[in-house]
């Protein structure tokens, strides 16, 4: 089946194409431009894979939290491919992704993308399984839930664009705790996730996922703009 999957949520653009049992993959970290950059990269792909938009079946681009901006790019780009090849469209959380990168870690995974004003947007794997909700949290408040979540010995990986960042934070919260020496930083965490999107994208009830993507990207938090607007 020929897969096209987009990441535009967080600072690297990724893209990945399924071209029947080969896998094309491109990122670039360009400066939030995924605008410009994103059909380019598209076309790139499709030309080395030795394809034309028309083979496309399938379109895929990360459900959110992520970048408002970035998020809707890629939802435009997979809605206007889905209706002008006739093609289904589908999204998937991109916690998710960035989690199914070391879903074999022998502990807590723990994604987590800069949501501003000293937030962060995450969620809790284990064993390649979420546990609990997505969600839009403090630094205080992602500590109260890993003391009541890590069990005996588990090591706590961070990965994500935002790891390095959460860790610093967290630091201080476990000063003199034996809990500090858990977390670990995934050296690979700010790469895009268009590869593990096309991975989960390939298990998915397409038929399903197809009508839940209309519902829209996933927002954990209104953007600057509505709340600005809503004080005013």
Known sequence: MNILALDTSAAVLSVALAAGTDVWYFEVDGGLRHGELLMDVVDHLLSRAGLEPADLELAACMKGPGSFT????????????ALSLGIPMV????????AATQAAWPGIVLPAMDAKKGRFFTALYRGGLQEGAYRDASPEEIAETLKTSV??????????????????????????????GRFFVDPLGKRGK????????????????AQEVFSGPLYLRKSDAELTFEAK
């Open 70 to 81: 970035g998020l809707r790019i890629a939802f435009a780009a997979v809605k206007g491919l």
């Open 151 to 180: 069990t005996g010995d588990e090591p706590v990986m961070l990965t994500g664009p935002a790891a390095e960042m959460l860790q610093e934070k967290l630091s201080p919260l476990f000063e003199g705790s034996p809990d500090r």
């Open 91 to 98: 999204s998937a959380p991109t916690l998710d992704c960035m």
């Open 194 to 209: 268009a590869r593990e999107l096309l991975d989960i994208v390939k298990k998915m009830d397409i038929l399903k996922a």
